[in-house]
Nanobody, 125 residues
Framework: QVHLVESGGGLVQAGGSLRLSCAAS??????MAWFRQAPGKEREFVAA????????VYPDSVKGRFTISRDNSKNTLYLQMNSLKPEDTAVYSC????????????????????WGQGTQVTVSS
């Protein structure tokens, strides 16, 4: 059985940093990702990483500020978030894909079939 458990969320001032973790168990994944959802908004793609960790992708909204990584020996996914802004406030969820993919890393939520419960990140101004 697959489990994804996020941790590391919290309250931080604008300009600060947080590191999220997602402990995975149950199987290996072809790709893993972080998504976020703010109240009243649609779920938004934040970052994705390949199984080897050599390929990553980010939207412009977080590029240069966020870094996704994974430690396969620990079955853990990370999201280092720097220079946080109030608009980064959301529930952050990790996601994993079990099937392979061709070409670019998946960016859409419907391309991932396992999800964690989410962790709240609040950035105060």
């Amino acid at each position: 059985q697959v489990h994804l458990v996020e941790s590391g969320g919290g309250l931080v001032q604008a300009g600060g940093s947080l590191r999220l973790s997602c402990a995975a168990s149950g199987r290996t994944f072809s790709a893993m990702a972080w998504f976020r959802q703010a109240p009243g908004k649609e779920r938004e793609f934040v970052a994705a990483i390949s199984m080897s960790g050599t390929s990553t992708v980010y939207p412009d909204s977080v590029k240069g500020r966020f870094t996704i990584s994974r430690d396969n020996s620990k079955n853990t996914l990370y999201l280092q978030m720097n220079s946080l802004k109030p608009e980064d406030t959301a529930v952050y969820s990790c996601a994993a894909r079990s099937n392979g993919y061709f070409g670019l890393l998946p960016r859409h939520s419907n391309e991932y079939n396992y999800w964690g419960q989410g962790t709240q990140v609040t950035v105060s101004s």
